[in-house]
DNA sequence: AGATTAGTTCGTTTAATTACGAACTAAGTG
DNA sequence: CACTTAGTTCGTAATTAAACGAACTAATCT
């Protein structure tokens, strides 16, 4: 691996690695683990390649591999008369995150719903005082669902074709 | 405060507060007095209440009602010939969380650029294969941030007529 | 001025994540 | 059948975040 190729590769696992961590919620490690695969080649990348990159312990790593096989974020392969694993992003992966993501958007939609209930019992002049901007709100969650749906509904069909 | 309205907003204080804790990534205690102040009326809501309905100790409170007035989350107004200060959402404080969120997707946008560059020129084959997901994500973003930049908007304007 | 109220500051404790290392298993190799 | 390879398991250590309590300040009240 050339030198430049490297530096740019290891500063890239950190600053998606760190964007991971916050949007999927996962650990430091599997965040960068799961960074390094997104870029990497359709080939995959051993265990090794991963501990190498990354400079974790055995352990950590097979950990951490672990629970991205688990929520279904990377995969494997294997090949014939070769023990070694190779770990590559699941063909799925960035769907499931909007998924994920779809769900909550729903979630927040109930929260808001049961806000404004409550202060329209509560506190009729704040939710009258508030109404409009809590359309505003409501109407942009609503749209911002629609177009997630629409994304994950694109991509799956993306998908079907590519076999 | 009725036996109902309490349980209920204990409750709603939970769940947003969770909520409120994943998405503006502030301490649970912080998150739990936002979200209070949110299901409270405009008259605002003192030191002593917010300790009462939370439940934590008075050193806990004031740091955290300290960092959600430095970021801008909530303020207070005082009433003359009363030392309490009153706790209320602040004004912009909507609008405030959209342009967090829009600074966010902005990072991602960038980053996703760099991911695209990096797989284009070291994994060309695997970036010609996901050049189409890549574009509807991409599009995904920029549909997002378009979202979030006219929510702003509509929120800002409505304040200017709220005066 | 002494006492009370409203809130702050700071050093410590608690609790939870995260990663580690050493010992282990299971499969393939010479 | 001993040996290496590939990865796992489990108890432990390190780090970090979060909350706490006691002592303090600054304003007001009597």
Chains 1, 2 share one sequence.
Do not use: C, W
Not at 137 to 146: D, M, P, T, V, W
């Amino acid at each position: 691996m050339s030198k430049s190729k490297n530096k740019e590769l290891l500063e890239l696992i950190e600053k998606l690695g760190f964007d991971i961590e916050e949007r999927l919620r996962l650990s430091p490690l599997a965040s960068r683990i799961y960074a390094l695969l997104i870029l990497s080649s359709y080939d995959g990348v051993t265990f090794e390649e991963v501990k190498e990159t990354i400079k974790a312990s055995k352990s950590s790593i097979s950990v951490n591999i672990n629970v991205l096989i688990q929520l279904g974020y990377i995969t494997f392969i294997t090949k014939p008369g070769d023990r070694k694993r190779y770990f590559k992003i699941a063909k799925y992966s960035s769907i499931l995150s909007l998924e994920i993501y779809l769900q909550s958007i729903d979630n927040e939609m109930k929260i808001v719903n049961r806000i404004n209930k409550f202060n329209q019992e509560y506190h009729p002049e704040k939710y009258i005082n508030e109404k409009s901007l809590g359309n505003i709100f409501q109407n942009y969650l609503e749209q911002k669902e629609q177009l997630v749906k629409e994304t994950i509904l694109k991509m799956s069909n993306f998908r079907k074709l590519d076999k």
